[in-house]
């Protein structure tokens, strides 16, 4: 007996513009010491191997509102300050 052809995947819509929705506004130029930005697509963060840690919540919530002020991500944050942390111990 043979199998049945395989249904096809839901689709998503094609995105639209709500109609009440805000026009963002330009954002002026960021400052050059913030941490790097996380990749813009997902192909680039896929070739990224993955990284978990534990660590106290209030840390962490103080890292995501620094991160949410300064306009990056967790993730850019996480690295440049692994970065920095290594090369001031020689690391």
């Known amino acids: 007996m043979a199998k049945p052809a ?3 995947a839901l ?3 094609p995105g639209r513009e709500h109609p009440i929705a805000p026009t963002p ?3 002026p130029e960021q400052p050059t ?4 930005a996380a990749p813009a697509t997902s192909e680039a963060a896929e070739k990224l191997p993955m ?3 534990r660590m106290d919540p209030a840390l ?5 509102r620094w991160a949410a002020e300064h306009d990056t991500s967790l993730q850019a944050l996480t ?3 692994l ?3 290594l090369d001031k111990r020689g690391g």
């Open 83 to 85: 970065s920095d942390y």
């Open 11 to 13: 689709r998503k819509a």
């Open 33 to 36: 010491t913030q941490a790097p």
């Open 51 to 53: 990284y978990s840690v």
């Open 60 to 64: 962490r919530r103080r890292a995501k």
């Open 25 to 27: 506004e330009p954002t």
């Open 6 to 8: 395989p249904k096809t």
């Open 79 to 81: 690295a440049a300050a």
